[in-house]
């Protein structure tokens, strides 16, 4: 576990001193919810409506914005053969699939942070639970992390792989998505934890279960 941080470590520093993908990913987020402001402009003062959109337009904007630095996870690595003086380090594959696991996963977490509260003052809008809502965004940045990971290394050396990562991604995703919309839905309808047992621990195992499939296969992946 300390080699994956310290993996997680390094593409962190690297990311946060030039700042391509992040910024990329912050204006994206921003960008889907300004827009969607403006379109539904006119049902704003309409809470009920804003409380049945809000859950997709977040996710949206996460998914989305996620997509962007997930393609990037392995590509940078590819630059001078980095990949593959990674891979000649004394740690094994699945630390290495974990520490880029967290990295992408700390990239997210930054843009999420920096779009609820644009989507806040967006929509006037307020969430009732946040603690219960990080834990919902947790979980379902989680469950994308692991899987992204594992399909960006896959696609890594493809031409088209801006293009077929999506293509495989979206419909992995679909099982957690479910269940962090139709959480996130609740929450800000004023349910408590207690009322999204059930999605929570949709999350968790989708998350589990992918993460411990990807760890066990992705050595077979940079083989690939």
Known sequence: MIRSLYISAKDLRTELRTKQVLNSMLVFSIVVMVIFSLSLSDMLSDSSVIDRLAPGLLWIAFIFAGMLGITRTFASETENGCLEG???CPVDSAAIYTGKAISSMCLMFIVEIATVPVFMVLFNYTIPDI???AIVILLGTAGFSAVGTLLSALT???RTREILLPVLLLPLLVPVLIPAVLAT???LAGDGIF??????RLMAVYDIVFFTLARLLFDHTLEG
């Open 156 to 158: 890594v050396n493809t």
């Open 195 to 200: 009322e999204i047992i059930t999605e929570l």
């Open 131 to 133: 603690p219960v809502m």
């Open 86 to 88: 990674l891979r000649l």
């Open 185 to 187: 839905g609740k929450i």
